[in-house]
């Protein structure tokens, strides 16, 4: 009851959030999320609220992962695994988290995030919103991390996103970002470079920029 007061509280108007943020309203979310990671209610709730405020910007995300926000998170969805809602917005978030800063992508990295978001591709190959997601959080990730691009590859994940391209020919969002996690992955890499062109990404590629000619960010990283 407390988180979705929270949320109520967080998404009722401009003032209302400015009061949340100034009253300790975003680190109580965060330890309610600490406090509570198995609980679906308090996750599905919990992320969607926290979804919405670190897209305010790299001081809201600081805050958040201070108050320990990435473990808080990454327990959340591992210990939710079957709630189709809490790992669309987990996943959200990991890659939201990940893209904004360095020490973010690192922390997330260290606390396992890769096999996290990996499992979560893994268990929901059926439900293609998650699989985009998953696929985003991947991207964010390992993005200009070279440790992260040799741990990524060395889960087997190369094999695993093409899989996930060949099932989703037509979604341009998988396709998307399954390119964009590619495209991070090879890039100044060469190990994973010859792996990506042995699992045919560069016939994979080629068929999306043409299924999605009209797709802005198909064509960007495919």
């Not at 998953?134 to 390992?142: D, G, M």
């Not at 200009?144 to 989703?168: D, H, M, P, R, V």
């Not at 970002?177 to 062109?197: D, F, L, P, R």
Request: glycine residues 10%.
């Amino acid at each position: 009851g407390g988180v979705v007061m929270l949320q109520l509280l967080a998404f009722d108007s401009g003032d209302s959030e400015q009061a949340f943020l100034g009253g300790g309203g975003l680190e109580a979310l965060v330890h309610a999320i600490r406090s509570f990671p198995g609980d679906a209610s308090v996750a599905l709730y919990g992320f969607a609220a926290l979804k919405h405020f670190i897209g305010h910007g790299f001081e809201v995300q600081r805050r958040a992962c201070d108050r320990g926000a990435v473990k808080a998170v990454l327990d959340a969805i591992q210990l939710n695994l079957a709630r189709v809602q809490v790992q669309e917005l987990g996943c959200a978030i990991v890659a939201d988290l990940a893209w904004g800063d360095e020490g973010h992508q690192a922390s997330l990295v260290a606390n396992h995030a890769l096999k996290v978001a990996l499992r979560t591709l893994t268990a929901h190959m059926e439900v293609p919103t998650i699989q985009a997601l998953a696929l985003a959080a991947l991207q964010s990730l390992v993005c200009s991390n070279e440790q992260a691009k040799t741990a990524l590859a060395e889960l087997g994940a190369i094999e695993l996103i093409a899989k996930t391209l060949k099932k989703y020919p037509n979604d341009a969002s998988i396709q998307a970002y399954g390119m964009a996690a590619y495209q991070s992955m090879a890039h100044e890499h060469e190990e994973n470079n010859k792996n990506i062109i042995s699992f045919q990404g560069i016939g994979l590629a080629t068929s999306a920029v043409a299924t999605h000619h009209a797709d802005a960010k198909v064509q960007e990283f495919g």
